[in-house]
C-alpha cells in the first residue's frame, strides 16, 4: 500500500530525535537537526503544509546520572542545558514551529492519557523481573546506572542499549556481568515487580506497519530483523525517582521509562504550537489522530508523520512507538528517516576528549551556519556514515557554494544590473525553461524520497548549468540586444536556484531572492515561482559566499590537534571551555578584532560587593619553567603581598613589570598551577593580556567599588 504524493491534503509533521538535555551540541549532533529542518522547508516549497517540532529530552539515567555528578537537582540541571539548546538551534537556522521539554504538563497530560489507554485495552501487564542492584548502596541500578556485556554480541553495553556493539534496545536484568556505575561494584540482581508493555502480541501488526513505512531502507530492515527474531514486550517502568510517576496507585514508587514520555513529546510539542497559532492554522489532531475512533481506525493513510532520527534510535521509532500509537488510537508514522554516524577527521567525536567542533565554536570562528548546513546535507545520503574535517569542509564550500553557486548568482547579476538595471525586457528560451521544470521535477521526486542531499544536488546542478550556459553563450562578447535574452535566461536560472536552494541554505537564499529585487520570504514561494519572472528593477549584488583560505583550513586543524593533545596530557581544563585561546593570541591581527557580545543577565549590587577588588603593585615577575604562557607574579596589595600566577608570559616583558600598578581580584578562589599556588587574579583585557591599572594615584590595597 503506497502513500500518496507530497503534497498532500493532510498536515505533515516533522519531527526530530529530541537531544538529552545533558551537554553542549557540537557539529555532529547537528546532523539530524538540520536534516529535519532542510526536509521540513522543502514539504513547505512544495506547498505541503507543515510543522517542525522537536523538544529537549529531560528524562531518564542519562540527566540523572549526569545531575548527580554535578550535585544538583535533574530538573534545574535539565532546564539549563534545555535553554541552551533552544538558543542554539535558531543560531543555524534550525527553525521549529515548536521546540518543548518532556517534563511540561501538556507532555504529562498525553502521556498519562496514552498509557492509561494501553492499560484500558489490556496491553500492560505485571511481571517480576530481576533488577540490577548496588548491594553496597543499596539501590536499584536502571539504565546507565549499570554497564556490563551485551548477551547478544558480546560488546560493553549500557544497562539499557547496546551503545558500541550490535545497537539493540536491552531490558532490565539483560546486561551480563553487571557492574554499578555508581560504585564500580560487581552489581547483583534483585526481583521486582515491573509494568510491561505487550508489544509482541503487535507482532502481526508491526510487520505490516513496516511494509507501509517510507523513508531510509535501514529503518526497516533493521526492525524486520528484530520482529524475525522474535518481539519482546517492553518493561515501561524503572525504578529511579527521576521522570513521571506512573499513572494510578499500584505503581508504588516507580516512573516511568524514559523512552514512553520522550516520543510522546512529538504530540505534545506539536499541540502546543497548535494552541499558540490556533487550530486554523495547524491542527495537530489532523496530523496525529485524524481518524481516531478506536484501535482498527488508525490506518496508512491518515497524517503524514515523518520522524527524522539518528540510526541508533530505530528500534524505539519502528516498534515501540508505533506500537503504542496504534493502541492509542493515533496515527502511525508515514516516515521514519534515520542518519548514519558522523565522525570527525576519520575518527568518533568524543566530548570527553575535546575531540570535537562545538556547535558554537563553529560560529565563533566567523563562519555562516549556512555553509554547515550544505555541507551535512550534501556531503552523504541521509543514512551513511559521514565525515567532517575542515578540509574536506573548505573544499566544497569554496568548490560547490563560492565557485558554483555563488559565482553564477554573482555574474549573472552583475550582468544583469550593469546592463539592464535589472531583469532584461526578453523572452526566456525554451532551453532554459526546460531545464528548470527538469530540477524542479527533480527537486519534488527528491523530497518524496525524503533525501534532501538529492533534493539540494537538483538546486547545485541547475547553478552549474547556469555558469555553462553564460560561458557558452559568452554575453561579455554581444551587444544589448543579443545579450538581453541570455541574461533574461540567466536571471531566470538564479531565481529557481534560490527557490530549490532555500531549505539548505535558507538565510543565503533569501539574500538572493532580496538581490533579485523580490518582495517578501523566499520561504513563503513555492515551486511555481521557479519560473515566474523576477522584477525588471534590481540593484547591485554581493557576493553569496566567502571563499576559506589554505591558511585559515592549517590553522583550525591545527587548534583541533592542540586541543586534543592538551586534553590527553590532562591540562585541557574544562571541555566545555576553549583552551586553545591564548595560543592564538600572539598571532592574530589587530585589524579585525571581535567583540564579545554584551551579557544579557544583569547582577545586583551585591553580587558585584561580593567582588573584593583592589589596586596592587607588581614587585617581581619571573616566568614559570615548565609552563608556555604562565608567570609567577608578587603583588603588593597594602595589607600584604600577593603570589598570583598570570597567563601574560609571552605578551609581556616581564623585566618590565615590577612597578607597573595593577588591579587584582583579591578573593578569588586560591588554584595551583604548575605547582605554583595562585592566590588572587590580575585583570587584563583581551587576548594580548592589556594589564589593567589606575589613572590617578590610588594606593595599593584600596578597594575598587
Ligand atoms: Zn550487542
Redo the contacts with the bound molecule.
Sequence with gaps: MSHEEFPTDNPAVVTCGLPYANGDLHIGHLRTYVGGDVLSRALETLGQQTAFVSGSDMHGTPIAVQAIEDGVDPEEFALEWHEQYEETFPKFDIDFDNYGHTHDDTNRELTYEIVERLEAEGYVEEQEIKVAWDPQEDQPLPDRYVEGT??????D?RGDE?DE????H?EPGEIEEPVSTISGNPAEYRERTHKFFRVSELTDYLSAFLDRLEGTSNARNQPRQWIEDGLQDWCITRDLDWGFDYPGDDGEDLVLYVWVDAPIEYVASTKQYTERVGADIYDWERAWKADEVGVEAAGPDSGEIIHIIGQDIIQHHTIFWPAMLHVAGYNEPRAVVASGFMNLDGDAFSTSRNRAIWAREFLDEGFHPDTLRYYLTTVGGFQDEIDFSWDRFAERVNGELVGNVGNFAYRSLLFAERNFGGTPDADVSEEVRERIEEAVDEFEAAVNDYSTRQATQAAVNLAAFGNEYIQRHEPWNLDDDEAAPVIRDCVQVAKAVAVLVYPATPDTAQRLWDQLGEDGSVADATLDAALEAPPSDFGEPTELFEKIEDERVEELNQKLEDRVEAVAEGDGGDAEDDGTETDEAAGSDEGSMDVEALAEERIGFDDFEELDIRVGRIESAEPIEDSDKLARLEVDIGLETRQVVAGIKQLHDLDELPGTKVVLLANMEKAELFGVESNGMVLAAGEQADLLTTHGDAEPGTKIR
Excluded at 150 to 155: H, L, Q, V, W
Design positions: 551485551c548477551p547478544y554480541c558480546g560488546a553495553a547496546c556493539g550490535c545497537g539493540r536491552l
